[in-house]
C-alpha cells in the first residue's frame, strides 16, 4: 500500500512538472546592438544583433526561441516557403518572412511587423513572438531594452546604458563616461576591449604586406582641444569644425577609435575589410553630411564583429546610418 502511494506520489510529481514547464519560466533582457543578451541572470552570446524597425524590435529567431523555452530540434525553418515553424507543447507558431500574418495553433492573426532575413539570419518581432507564449514583454528607452519575463514574476533588470556609443557632432559623450580601462598599443593609449580585435586586423594586412600603424587612440578632453586650438590657429574656425571635434565630441575620447596609417597608402585593403575584425571607415568619402566630417580615410572605429557585419550585410556606410535605421534615436 505504501509503495502504491510512493509510486502515486512520483506520478503526480512527474505529470505536474510536465505541465508546469508549458508555462513561461526564463527571464532575458535583449539590448539593440549588442550581441549579448542575459537569459536568467547569465549572460549569453549571439552571432548578430536586435535591432528595431519602425518601432518593433527583432530578435534572432533561434535566441527569441530558446527564451520562449523551444530548442533547436523545435525550430523549423523551411527555405523554399520562408517560414519559421516553433513548437512548444500545445502551442504551434508559424511565421513567413515579409508576411504579418500569424499562424498560431490554426488560427491566424495579423501582426503589425513581418519577419526579415538578413545575411542568411531570420529575426522575428519579439513582441509577437514571447506573448504568444505567454510572456510579458517591456521595452526600456534609457538602455533600448527588450525584457521578457513570465507574467506576474519579477522583472529582471536592464543596463543603464544603451549598447551602441554614438559619438558625433549632435551626440556627445555622455557627461559619466569613463574609457574604462586603457592599454598601450605601439605607444598609443587604446581602450583595452579593441586590443586583441586591433592586433588580428594589423595581422590580417600584414598577410597581404601592408604594414599598418597606429599613430593616434585614445585622447582625454584637455589633448581635444589643444588638437582642437591648434587647428583653429592654421584653418580658422569654420575649417577646423569641419576637420577635428571639439572636446567632449571626439569619438577618440572613448578609447574605441584608432587613426591608421597605412604604407600602402590608399588605405584599399583596410575600407574593404576592417568589418571582419569588427572595425568601419567611420568617416567615408561621400558621407560628409552624414557624418559631419571631412573625409577620413585613417579613422577607425571599433564596433565589434556582429555590428560590423550586420552594417555591412545592410550596406550601411555610415554609424549615424546604422544608428538612426536599426538602433532608434
Ligand atoms: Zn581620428
Known sequence: MKRALLFL???????????????????AVFQ???????LNEKEQIMDTIPFISNGRVFIPVRYL????????NNISWDPG???????????????????????????????DAAPVII????????????????????????????????QGDIKPSAPEKPAVLLVNKTHPLPAAYAPGTLEDFNGYQISKSIKDP???????????????????GYRDAERQKQIFDQRVSELGLQAAKA?????????????????????????????????????IQRYPEGSEDITGYSYEPWHFRYVGIPTASFMHANNMQTLEEFFYTYIGE
Open 81 to 111: 516557403t520562408q517560414k519559421v515553424t516553433l513548437n512548444l507543447d500545445h502551442k504551434y507558431l508559424q511565421l513567413k518572412v515579409g508576411s504579418k500574418q500569424l499562424f498560431e495553433n490554426g488560427q491566424t492573426a495579423e501582426m
Open 119 to 150: 545575411s542568411d539570419r531570420v529575426f522575428l518581432p519579439a513582441r509577437w513572438v514571447a506573448e504568444a507564449y505567454n510572456y510579458k514583454v517591456e521595452w526600456t528607452q534609457t538602455s533600448k531594452a527588450v525584457i521578457i519575463y513570465p
Open 65 to 72: 526561441a530558446h527564451v520562449c523555452g523551444i530548442e533547436d
Open 198 to 216: 586591433l592586433q588580428a586586423l594589423f595581422m590580417a594586412a600584414g598577410k597581404q604586406s601592408i604594414n599598418l600603424i597606429v599613430n593616434s
Open 32 to 38: 539593440l546592438g549588442n550581441d549579448k543578451y542575459i
Open 243 to 279: 576637420a577635428v571635434a571639439l572636446p567632449g565630441f571626439s569619438e577618440h575620447q572613448t578609447g574605441l577609435a584608432v587613426d591608421i596609417v597605412d604604407d600602402s597608402n590608399n588605405y584599399s585593403w583596410l575600407k574593404v575589410n576592417s568589418w571582419r575584425y569588427g572595425f
Open 9 to 27: 506520489f512520483i506520478f503526480l510529481t512527474i505529470t505536474c512538472n510536465a505541465q508546469a514547464s508549458a508555462l513561461p519560466e526564463n527571464k
